[in-house]
C-alpha cells in the first residue's frame, strides 16, 4: 500500500516539475491545466473524506444499537443529521469545483 502512495506521489511530483518547462517555449501558461487539476483533486478528495466519515459515523452507530437496541430512537436522529451535514460537506466542494472549471481560460 504504501508503494502506492510512493509511486502516486513521484508521479504527481514529476507533473508538477514537468509544468514550468512547457511555460519556456513562449505558446503560453499552462494555467487552465493546473485549474482542472486542482478542481478534479478538491472533488475527488472531498468525496473520499465523506464517504470515509459516513462509513465510520453509520458503523459507529449501527454498532451502538447493536449493543443497546433500547437506543435506536436517541442514535438515529443524530447520524442522519450528521450524514446530511457531511453530504453538505461534498456538496460545498463539488460548486467551488464548478466554479474553478469557469475560471479555465478557454
Known amino acids: 500500500m504504501t508503494r502506492i502512495l510512493w509511486m502516486l506521489a513521484w508521479v504527481f ?5 514537468a ?9 503560453g501558461s499552462n494555467v487552465g491545466g493546473l ?4 478542481a478534479g483533486l478538491g472533488i475527488g478528495l472531498a468525496a473520499l473524506g465523506v464517504g470515509l466519515g ?3 459515523a453509520s458503523a459507529a452507530a449501527m ?4 449493543r443497546n437496541p433500547n437506543s435506536a430512537d436517541r442514535i438515529f436522529v443524530p447520524m442522519i443529521i ?4 457531511m453530504e453538505a460537506l461534498c456538496l460545498y466542494a463539488l460548486v467551488i469545483a464548478f466554479f474553478l472549471q469557469g475560471k479555465i481560460p478557454g
Open 13 to 17: 511530483g514529476a507533473a508538477l516539475v
Open 19 to 27: 509544468t514550468p518547462s512547457y511555460a519556456a517555449d513562449g505558446a
Open 35 to 38: 485549474i482542472a487539476i486542482g
Open 54 to 56: 459516513q462509513g465510520l
Open 63 to 66: 454498532e451502538s444499537i447493536g
Open 82 to 85: 450528521g450524514l446530511a451535514l
